[in-house]
């Protein structure tokens, strides 16, 4: 089940990022939504090509930008500095004081939970689940595109774009290191330091609840001003307090959730606010001015 959601995400991305195709030809200029510029793609290509050609070069040239912004988070830890090495210690410490606590933390959720506390709880779980960020991204991204001629509407395209993009790694991310540590859930009461690793998918460390959400909050955070910052973390917190309130995972595994979640969604925004800071290949999406669809024009620099 976990393997066929992250192909259910990849695909998406894949559907969302690729170039549109006119029945006459490719469109002679582009709007770039990194910048909102025109920009001249060269001569109308009135080469026709298969439908099969069409689609396998569109997805390669979606995995690009994918495999472009994955280069980018794994050489992250390379271009730590003093105080960020400072913050993510901190944040690891944190981590592990809380796994001493853990315990203590359940107990007193479970004690103080009431019929209204466990439907809110409910309901913020539902709004957390992959499917329903996956179709709110989506649907942002369909909104921002109808209005995509206007700055509000470019602005937003362009954030659930990266917000999307942020799920799609961080999913990929969760579920791997769910897979090695192998927490067990609190629901299955063999205590907080229960680990087998590579056993399953479906265990506690880290809260995919709380990764994916503070992915979405970060990215809208850095996109916007007040009050959406406050509206969108506060949002969040709740999200991944419902995972503990609803003793599906432990205060530590929200905690190391939400931190990796929170790092994926500001580097990839930040990532696409400065999209020449790898060198080489660049791959910017753009939206075609005289018709509907998504697409990338890669740049190169030499």
Known sequence: M??????LVAATVSWLYASHVHADGLENDCWCIECGCVRSLG?????????????????????????????????????????????????????????????????????SRTTATNDLARTLETIGFARTVLGANVALIGAGWLFREHEAGNRLM???????????????????????????RPTAEE????????????????????????AVAAVFAESYPQPVPFLAYTTATLIALSRIQ???????????????????????????KNP????????????PTASSGLGLTVQGRF
């Open 2 to 7: 976990r393997f066929f959601k992250i192909r």
């Open 43 to 111: 001569p109308t290509s009135t080469q026709t090509t298969t439908g099969l050609d069409r689609v396998v070069n569109e997805l390669g040239t979606a995995g690009q930008e994918v495999v472009s912004d994955a280069k980018y988070l794994l050489t992250s830890p390379l271009r730590i500095d003093r105080k960020s090495a400072l913050i993510v210690g901190g944040v690891a410490a944190t981590i592990g004081g809380l796994m001493a606590g853990d315990r203590s933390i359940q107990r007193a959720f479970q004690e």
């Open 158 to 184: 362009r954030t659930a774009l990266v917000s999307l993009e942020s799920q799609l790694f961080v999913e990929g991310i969760v579920g791997v290191t769910k897979f090695g540590v192998g927490r067990a």
């Open 191 to 214: 205590g907080v330091h229960s680990f087998s690793p590579f056993d399953s998918f479906d265990t506690s460390f880290p809260s995919s609840h709380a990764a994916r959400s503070f």
């Open 246 to 272: 609803l003793n599906e995972h432990f205060a530590s595994d929200v905690l190391a959730g939400a931190a990796l979640g929170f790092f994926v969604g500001k580097a990839l925004s930040w990532r696409h």
């Open 276 to 287: 020449d800071f790898l060198h080489g290949m660049n791959i910017v999406p753009f939206v």
